[in-house]
């Protein structure tokens, strides 16, 4: 695929005026300053909410919260991918594109740590896949286990560039040491084990995956990021991880479990209405799917699915079909995934073989082909049916608490949907399902939402909303979040970006929220690699939402209030959520502490004094001016 050149891509939008790629699909009327407004393209709505930013190049829905730039605009509004928006766009408004030519790429200083890390597993893809097309005696046995073992065909090979890691090679780091990159991404690039305070060379290079399957893993952008290696008769025996029936890379700077679905790049233009995502387990079952022509099948990445990964779904298409081995872990990770699924918004089926012994979705399609989905799908069970089947296979012949018992559970899996209406269409259901009189059902239904949110009205204070009796450091400051409100004032304030990246511990960040991790990059990116300013923060974004939430933030430029007495109460607020549990530990630990002069109490009190210390102390940025 061709890669554009990064300064192409910042001469395109500098060129092209959003206001006039925009401006084809939606009718925008001058709203002040640098602003446009109009009836978003993305949602339902009768008065405007959809603004564009002509400065900014930015737009922003504020209705559904849709956001982004010219690119994303073509993308999601004609249905294309990155690089053809590109191209639509630059042949629309004559502008020309330059694509980085096989050899001479950007130089090493201009490529990122993520850049070095994207191209080193477009090099390693290449690598394997070569390897399994060998003319050697393991290129043979490899593909004639890809065809006579799991029953694939070459061009499927071919198509998702399924390859071979060599059992005894050090090919891949010498070609990668050949191409010049640096040792930190190297290191990082999750492909290889490296002993601590190892100098990099092809020696102490050691690869991670050896004399197995590789099957690559690719973003939504279509990049592979990482892989899945499956075991094999080949894969050596001091291969730490032998035993393992798959192994998957490490997370690293550009790939992160709980954010990657298997072929979501593929499947989502596929899912539209009538043709919902087929959800399975593993990746070769999504393989076989395709293979027989069910184009909108996804998996999750080895570990069970996260939140994350639905949200992203959702955003594709709503309606998703569970199709996992009929086995008990199966079943369990199903009954798993249902409240997840509600909890995202998603319609829920689940796909199911009547009289079945034993159903393996890999098995059924290579044995019955694209038939035997519809046959699975006439036989699907809706949210609560699958439900009810799960906890109680015999409703009828139930006794009456067996019956309240099992709407106990079931009512605490309804909760977590997302709006009232799914949610009393799924009481009536249980109740019909139950054989409960619904009155009486609905009743125990408000009791138990009732007494969930008492619990969360009286929670006890967790590290998140001891952020809010952290300083005030504006109006929106605890609605927003600390990290937040941080990245707000980095992505305004280059100086204070600079001052923050140079002194605020990485570990004091709550990476868990997007906010959070968004502004971790940035600081890293801004530390490791040096800050390419504002206009590349475009390259750090990796998903929509990043998107979104970047384009909310660029939309509210801060007034003339004194930015760096703002970034250091944030900061206060992030050290005090940091150290304050540890120093409770410390105080609930002196408190039982029996008699003076024990050496582990004046070690506490030692702890709590440097705690203590700190927190009266807390680092002032040095912002240059
Ligand atoms: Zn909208």
Known sequence: MPVIKASSLRDLKLRVNIHDVVARTVALKKAGGNRFKGLCPFHAEKTPSFHVSTDKGFYKCFGCG??????TFVMETEGLQFTEAAETLAKRFGVELEFEAGSGGPTREERSLRQEIFDIHDLAADFYR??????????????????????????????????????????????????????????????????DGAAITAATLRPRFRGRLMIPIRDHQNRVVAFTARQLELTPQDDPAREAKYVNSPETPIFTKSNLLFNLDRARSHATDGHPFVLVEGQLDALRCWSVGLKTAIAPQGTSITD???????????????????????????????????????????????????????????????????????????????????????????????????????????????????????????????????AALERDFRAVLARQAGAARYAPPTAESSATVAPRISADAHTRGVEEHLLYLCLHHEPLLLAMAAQLPHDWIDTSTLAGRLLDRVLAEAQHNGWPGREHLDQLLETQEEKALAATLLFEPP?????????????RALQRRHHEPR???????????????DPHLF???????????????????????
């Open 66 to 71: 849709k956001a982004g730039d010219i690119l």
């Open 130 to 195: 070569q390897a399994f097309l060998a003319a050697t005696t393991h290129g043979a046995w490899i593909r004639d286990y890809w065809v006579k073992n799991r029953k694939f065909t070459l061009e499927l090979a071919d198509e998702f560039k399924i390859g071979f890691a060599p059992v005894e090679d050090r090919a891949l780091a010498d070609a990668l040491i050949k191409k010049h990159f640096t040792d930190d991404a190297l290191r990082q690039c999750g492909l290889f084990f490296v002993r």
């Open 308 to 438: 994350g990964q639905l949200l992203l779904l959702r955003r594709y298409h709503p309606q998703v079909e569970c199709f996992f081995d009929s086995d008990s872990a199966g079943q369990k990770a199903a009954l798993r995934f249902l409240p997840m699924a509600l909890k995202a918004g998603l319609e829920v089926r689940f796909l199911m073989l009547a009289g079945a012994e034993k159903l393996d979705p890999d098995l059924l399609f290579l044995e019955r082909g694209l038939d035997a989905y519809a046959v699975v799908k006439k036989q699907s069970l809706g949210a609560m049916e699958f439900a009810v089947r799960s906890l109680l296979p015999n409703p009828l012949t139930a006794g009456a608490e067996q019956k309240a018992r099992t709407a106990q559970a079931l009512f605490e899996i309804v909760a977590q949907a997302e709006s009232d209406v799914a949610r009393s269409g799924f009481v009536s259901e249980i109740a019909q399902l139950l054989r409960i009189p619904p």
């Open 559 to 571: 007034g003339d209030e004194d930015l760096v007495k703002f970034a250091n109460d944030g900061i």
């Open 583 to 597: 120093l409770r530990q410390i105080e609930l630990e002196i408190a039982s502490q029996g008699t003076n002069g």
């Open 603 to 625: 070690s506490l009190l030692k702890q709590r004094a440097e705690i203590i210390r700190q927190l009266q102390n807390p680092p002032r940025l040095q912002v240059a001016s």
